[in-house]
């Protein structure tokens, strides 16, 4: 596929997909040795991992907090 030389904008509208109050998920990846502990706890407790860590981090911010 090749680039053309020029491209019509005239029918273009600006900020179209512009939304200043979205709010995006982004994914976080996790190292394998972390992924398995909070696999753990998210069995041994019936949740699922997304819920594991923000309990977890939510933890640290409290701790973090009383500092």
Known sequence: MNMRKEYD?????????YHPDMKLNIP???DE??????EKIAAKK????????NE???GDMKISEAM
């Not at 040795?33 to 909070?38: H, Q």
């Not at 019936?46 to 860590?53: C, E, I, T």
């Open 46 to 53: 019936g949740l699922d991992r997304s819920s594991v860590v």
């Open 33 to 38: 040795e972390v992924s398995a502990f909070v």
């Open 56 to 58: 977890l981090l939510k």
């Open 28 to 30: 976080i990846y996790l």
């Open 9 to 17: 904008f005239s029918k273009g509208q600006r900020g179209k997909f």
